[in-house]
């Protein structure tokens, strides 16, 4: 029952007056690997459509963004902060940060690896090329947002996360502090939220039954809405976000929606 009452506070619509919203028309660019891009087959899904919305027919997935605002999901699947400079990926993102400068828009542009860094070179690796990045988005004018990468659900028999890949996450933040940029700590709050809910709940929103690292529809949903509310406190009423009070409760509060 509670979980029936859960996906209509997900799914449904909230109405928000225009005046709700800054004046300042916004947009966002997502840079990252699989646990940031669109899940269109296995082995990929991220926060990425929770986050902008899709409209696939096959998986609706709401915004958490007001309408009418840009949300263009560069994300490529097995990315590291190498091979997304190599394979000209990062020149699509910066193409798109570009054209929504030139239309006089506040672009974020948010940047999230280290799933895919961890399994080839240390962080200060990482570190190196996240710092290349956001000095490139800033000369184009865009606002980089580092964030850090989206928990495994794999646990210890404790119920604690055996978490691998906090000395990216620790490097991700130090590259913020160092730059100054805002940061989104996204690792820290989804091991907090997944190790309330628990390993089952937990594995409900994984993409297939052993994917401890991407996300199914309900999955992008919550930590979609997660990404929103780290946004939220980090660019207080700043950001054309929709409120979502039922689903930022059952996170704050470590409740499963699904």
């Given at each position: 029952?509670?979980q029936?009452?859960?996906?209509?506070?997900?799914?449904?619509?909230?109405?928000?007056?225009?005046?709700?919203?800054?004046?300042?028309p916004?947009?966002?660019?997502?840079?990252?690997?699989?646990?940031?891009a669109?899940?269109?087959?296995?082995?990929?899904?991220?926060?990425?459509?929770?986050?902008?919305?899709?409209?696939?027919?096959?998986?609706?997935?709401?915004?958490?963004?007001?309408?009418?605002?840009?949300?263009?999901?560069?994300?490529?699947?097995g990315?590291?902060?190498?091979?997304?400079?190599?394979?000209?990926?990062?020149?699509?993102?910066?193409?798109?940060?570009?054209?929504?400068?030139?239309?006089?828009?506040?672009?974020?542009?948010?940047?999230?690896?280290?799933?895919?860094d961890?399994?080839?070179?240390?962080?200060?690796?990482?570190?190196?090329?996240?710092?290349?990045?956001v000095?490139q988005?800033r000369?184009?004018?865009?606002?980089?947002?580092?964030?850090?990468?989206?928990?495994?659900?794999?646990?210890?028999?404790?119920?604690?996360?055996?978490?691998?890949l906090?000395?990216?996450?620790?490097e991700t933040?130090?590259?913020?502090?160092?730059?100054q940029?805002?940061?989104?700590d996204?690792?820290?709050?989804?091991?907090?939220?997944?190790?309330?809910?628990?390993?089952?709940?937990?594995?409900?929103?994984?993409?297939?039954?052993?994917?401890?690292?991407?996300?199914?529809?309900?999955?992008?949903i919550?930590?979609?809405?997660?990404?929103?509310?780290?946004?939220?406190?980090?660019f207080?009423?700043?950001?054309?976000?929709?409120?979502?009070?039922?689903?930022?409760?059952?996170?704050?509060?470590?409740?499963?929606?699904?």
């Amino acid at each position: 029952m509670f979980q029936q009452v859960a996906r209509s506070i997900v799914l449904g619509c909230f109405l928000v007056s225009a005046s709700a919203f800054p004046r300042v028309p916004t947009s966002f660019v997502l840079v990252g690997d699989s646990t940031t891009a669109n899940g269109t087959v296995l082995d990929s899904g991220g926060w990425g459509n929770g986050f902008c919305g899709s409209t696939n027919p096959a998986a609706l997935t709401p915004s958490s963004l007001a309408p009418g605002t840009p949300c263009i999901n560069t994300a490529k699947n097995g990315a590291t902060t190498g091979s997304f400079v190599a394979d000209g990926s990062f020149n699509i993102s910066l193409a798109n940060i570009k054209a929504e400068v030139a239309k006089g828009r506040r672009t974020l542009v948010t940047i999230q690896f280290g799933h895919n860094d961890m399994k080839i070179a240390p962080p200060e690796s990482m570190g190196a090329n996240l710092t290349t990045m956001v000095n490139q988005i800033r000369a184009l004018g865009g606002e980089p947002v580092l964030v850090t990468s989206l928990t495994r659900r794999t646990f210890f028999d404790n119920g604690t996360i055996q978490d691998l890949l906090g000395p990216w996450a620790d490097e991700t933040i130090l590259i913020a502090q160092q730059q100054q940029t805002h940061l989104l700590d996204l690792h820290a709050h989804s091991i907090t939220y997944v190790e309330a809910i628990g390993p089952d709940a937990a594995h409900r929103l994984n993409r297939s039954p052993d994917d401890n690292t991407h996300l199914n529809e309900n999955g992008t949903i919550v930590f979609g809405r997660l990404l929103a509310d780290l946004f939220n406190a980090s660019f207080p009423s700043q950001l054309p976000i929709i409120p979502n009070p039922g689903l930022t409760f059952n996170i704050t509060n470590g409740i499963p929606s699904y």
